[in-house]
């Protein structure tokens, strides 16, 4: 289960698949699609695309990419962090980096 706290709001998600590989990292991108999908008005949507890892010298950074759908054209958000001694704190950080612009979007209230 992944918390998301957004402004005064508070959603939580879940996610549920065999472990293999890297297997609970995607079930940690998927609970916190799920969380976030919470916030999203009706008809938008976000679907995971990809899991990568790249080598930074002595670290690594854990690379998550997104598709958000309609009622906006399709788009792919791209979201990194450092991949720490906890993979999962980086897979929940590289996935809400790669969405916050688009929550901000769809979240912001007319003028």
């Known amino acids: 289960m992944v918390l998301v706290v957004v402004g005064s709001w508070v959603v939580t998600g879940r996610a549920e698949g065999p472990v293999a590989g890297m297997g609970t990292t995607r079930l940690m991108v998927e609970a916190t699609l799920a969380a976030v999908k919470r916030l999203l008005p009706s008809g938008h949507d976000l679907i995971l695309e990809g899991i990568s890892r790249t080598p ?4 690594e950074a854990m690379n998550i990419v997104l598709a958000s759908g309609s009622p906006m054209p399709e788009e792919h958000l ?9 993979p999962h704190e980086a897979a929940v950080k590289a996935t809400m980096k790669a969405i916050n612009h688009m929550l901000a979007n769809a979240l912001a209230v007319p003028a």
């Open 56 to 59: 930074l010298g002595a670290s």
């Open 78 to 86: 791209i979201g990194s962090a450092i991949f720490t001694a906890d």
